[in-house]
Antibody, heavy 119, light 113 residues
Framework: QVQLQESGPGLVKPSETLSLTCTVS??????????WSWIRQPPGKGLEYIGY???????NYNPSLKSRLTISIDTSKNQFSLKMNSVSAADTALYYC???????????WGQGNLVTVSS | QSVLTQPPSVSGAPGQRVTISCTGS?????????VHWYQQLPGTAPKLLIF???NRPSGVPDRFSGSKSGTSASLAITGLQAEDEADYYC?????????????FGGGTKLTVL
């Protein structure tokens, strides 16, 4: 059974860079059958798609966040990562990593990593 | 303001049937993109409930069903149970320039009375 686990700091200062890593077990990020995604959820609010990456390194980003994002993949560690720069309080959220099928749905999710942006 | 519109809340008594709508437009659901549904129990990550409009992953009870027509989709839950109390999200894609991007509905809170 595929499992995903987010890791990273829970507190980031405004204007700094948010960095998270997702470690995948029970499956390979090198599989050509899936994309590997990030999704976030501000406290008490709905889900927002951030972006995804393919094992080749090709990435797709939410246009509203694209200028601040970098998603990368490390097939040797079976991990993929998110970097978001110039964060503000509006970026405070629970950040999920998820496996994204080519059919378009997210079939496996991590448990989430709460990131608070505050000085 | 989400691209896909869901009612903020719905409710029903145990045993009843409820439906949750997901209304889009010609640039997303109406463009032929499939709709997927997720259930988020309190304090947990979302879980895939319905994929490709009407398919259930293994382990999801057949009390849950999905449909799509035109620019909208619906999730139906029959034989409502207390454990169904959760937030439900629809998801699809929106066409933009040379690519497409994932979009979620705003979510619907289901209360079991």
């Amino acid at each position: 059974q595929v499992q995903l686990q987010e890791s990273g700091p829970g507190l980031v200062k405004p204007s700094e860079t948010l960095s998270l890593t997702c470690t995948v077990s029970g499956g390979s990020v090198s599989s050509g059958s899936y994309y590997w995604s990030w999704i976030r959820q501000p406290p008490g609010k709905g889900l927002e798609y951030i972006g995804y990456i393919f094992y080749t390194g090709s990435a797709n980003y939410n246009p509203s966040l694209k200028s601040r994002l970098t998603i990368s993949i490390d097939t040797s560690k079976n991990q993929f990562s998110l970097k978001m720069n110039s964060v503000s309080a509006a970026d405070t959220a629970l950040y999920y990593c998820a496996r994204h099928t080519k059919s378009g749905h997210f079939d496996h999710w991590g448990q989430g990593n709460l990131v608070t942006v505050s000085s | 303001q989400s691209v896909l519109t869901q009612p903020p809340s719905v409710s029903g008594a145990p045993g009843q049937r409820v439906t949750i709508s997901c209304t889009g437009s010609s640039s997303n659901i109406g463009a032929g993109y499939d709709v997927h549904w997720y259930q988020q129990l309190p304090g947990t990550a979302p879980k895939l409930l319905i994929f490709d409009n009407s398919n259930r992953p293994s382990g999801v009870p057949d009390r849950f069903s999905g449909s799509k027509s035109g620019t909208s989709a619906s999730l139906a839950i029959t034989g409502l149970q207390a454990e169904d109390e959760a937030d439900y999200y629809c998801q699809s894609y929106v066409r933009s320039l040379s690519t497409s991007n994932v979009v979620f509905g705003g979510g619907t809170k289901l209360t079991v009375l």
